[in-house]
Each structure stands twice: as structure tokens, then as C-alpha cells.
């Protein structure tokens, strides 16, 4: 069964910093690309950073140099790293496969259940 399972949300402040989690089952993470992405209260759902097959990353560039994704192979699962978290990173955050284009995965991936992170003084 393919199943993304996803934890690591919270409040924080500005200037805090979260580590969030999403452990696959069903398919090994190092062999898909694996992206995050995030959907702020009435906005869309927009890509944040990707991390594919051959460990290349990318991310969105308002979070550039604050955020870091990465794999543990051994424990299956996809890490972002959210550091100098701005209030306007408020949103719930999903890990999904492919990377790309929400629309993407929605037709042929699977995604997480999401989970809610809001950066708050």
C-alpha cells in the first residue's frame, strides 16, 4: 500500500524553526522524487521544494537559503528543514509524489495528509 504518513507541524514564532517529516510506505523515497508543498488559507497550493531521484533539490525561491529538504534512506523518509520561519509560511504543508505542478500530482501521485504550520509572535 502506498501511504505517505506526515508529522512535525506546530506553532512557532518568527525567526523559529520546524522540522517536518514524511515517511513513505508502499515505495522506496531515494526512488521518486519527493516535493513539498504548502496551501496557505485562500491561496493555492504551491510548490516549496523537491528533492529528486538522483538527490538533486530545488526550492521556491522565497524560501531559499531558510528551508532544506533532504532523505534518510535507512528510515524511508523525506525531511524539510523550515528555518527563519516568517509569519507569510503560515499554511498547511504536504509531502507528495512527483515534484512539479500540484495539478501533477493530483492526476497520478500520491500526497500526505498534510500538516499545519503556523508562524505566529
Known amino acids: 500500500q502506498v501511504q505517505l504518513n506526515q508529522s512535525g507541524g506546530g506553532l512557532v514564532q518568527p525567526g523559529g524553526s520546524l522540522r517536518l517529516s514524511c515517511a513513505a510506505s508502499?515505495?522506496?523515497?531515494?526512488?521518486?522524487?519527493i516535493g513539498w508543498f504548502r496551501q496557505a488559507p485562500g491561496k493555492e497550493r504551491e510548490g516549496v521544494s523537491c528533492?529528486?531521484?538522483?538527490?538533486?533539490?530545488s526550492y521556491e525561491d522565497s524560501v531559499k537559503g531558510r528551508f532544506t529538504i533532504s532523505r534518510d534512506k535507512a528510515k524511508n523518509t523525506v525531511y524539510l528543514q523550515l528555518n527563519s520561519l516568517k509569519p507569510e509560511d503560515t499554511a498547511i504543508y504536504y509531502c507528495?509524489?512527483?515534484?512539479?505542478?500540484?495539478?501533477?500530482?493530483?492526476?497520478?501521485?500520491?500526497w500526505g495528509q498534510g500538516t499545519q504550520v503556523t508562524v505566529s509572535a
Open positions: 508502499g515505495f522506496t523515497v531515494d526512488d521518486y522524487h
Open positions: 507528495a509524489t512527483p515534484c512539479g505542478k500540484w495539478e501533477e500530482i493530483r492526476a497520478n501521485g500520491y
Open positions: 528533492i529528486k531521484r538522483d538527490g538533486t533539490t
